[in-house]
Structure formats: C-alpha cells, structure tokens
C-alpha cells in the first residue's frame, strides 16, 4: 500500500513541547517553596518557553520567522502561567500527539484495504 495515511502533525515540534513541559514542572518546585517568587518565577519560565519554542520551531521545524514567534509566544504564555497546570494541560498532549503521528497509521476507509493487508501477510506465513 503506497498511499498510507497517517495521523496528522502535531502544530509545534516535539522538542517545543518538552521546552514548555520540562521547565514548569522544574520550576513549580520554586512556585511551591516560596510564594513571594512566584511573579518572577513565571516570568522567567514564560520567556525560556517562549525562546527555546521560537528557536526549535525556526531552526528545526523549518517555520518562518512570523510563525516560530507567534508559537514561541503562546507556549511561552502556556509555560509561564503559574503552577505547572497549564504547561502539562498543553504540553503532555503534545508529546504524545507527536508520537502517536510518528508511529501510527490509519488505515485507509473501508475494510478493503485491511483485508489486503492481511491476505498479504498471511501470503508471508505460508
């Protein structure tokens, strides 16, 4: 089957929804300790998600330099709420839509194609 279908890409690359997911959670640590902190943390987590999304979306998802900013800025936003609520709401499912497209495919509508797939790898058995 030459023309298989897969999921369809996620918006922003895997490695820009690690960089929101991953400094969060490390910085909730902060959030939680010392409540005074808490404006500065989040300012500081917004704009490290906010960099490392615009450079992975440009350098390595080959977006334009308009696109990479704009997704820079709402992960960035997405990361620097406080609390690691927001970042893990947006970023685990990002992740794993990342891999579900890396990994599966659909299957084509109808049952035909199915049963020719499975006539063919029985073909392979006998």
């Given at each position: 089957m030459s023309?298989?279908?897969r999921v369809a890409a996620p918006p922003i690359h895997p490695l820009a929804a690690l960089a929101t997911l991953a400094p969060d959670s490390f910085f909730s640590v902060f959030e939680i300790l010392d409540p005074f902190l808490l404006l500065f943390t989040s300012i500081i987590i917004g704009l490290l998600g906010f960099s490392a999304?615009?450079?992975?979306?440009?350098?390595?998802?080959k977006d334009s330099w308009g696109a990479a900013i704009a997704k820079g800025l709402v992960m960035?936003?997405?990361a620097?709420?406080?609390?690691?609520?927001?970042g893990t709401i947006v970023g685990a499912p990002l992740l794993v839509w990342a891999g579900v497209h890396q990994w599966i495919r659909l299957p084509e509508p109808?049952?035909?194609p199915l049963l020719e797939d499975q006539?063919?790898?029985?073909?392979h058995y006998d």
């Open positions: 023309d298989e279908r999304t615009t450079l992975v979306q440009h350098n390595v998802a960035g936003i997405v620097g709420v406080p609390y690691p609520v927001a109808g049952n035909r006539e063919e790898n029985n073909e």
